[in-house]
């Protein structure tokens, strides 16, 4: 069983979207290049919320 955790759009228009945290950026290559700091920075926020 698996989960989507990001959604990759390259044609007519270039998005990566994170499901879990709704983060997204138009930036596939750099994604796809393993600049994922600005999702993993989401995901951490999104967790420290849910701790309050």
Known sequence: MGFTIRNYVM???KLVKDV??????SDV?????G???KFL???LMM???KEE
């Open 29 to 33: 290559d750099g994604v796809m290049n």
């Open 47 to 49: 967790m420290g919320q």
């Open 20 to 25: 879990r945290t709704g983060f997204e950026t």
């Open 11 to 13: 044609q007519p228009y």
């Open 41 to 43: 920075k989401a995901y």
């Open 35 to 37: 600049n994922i700091d």
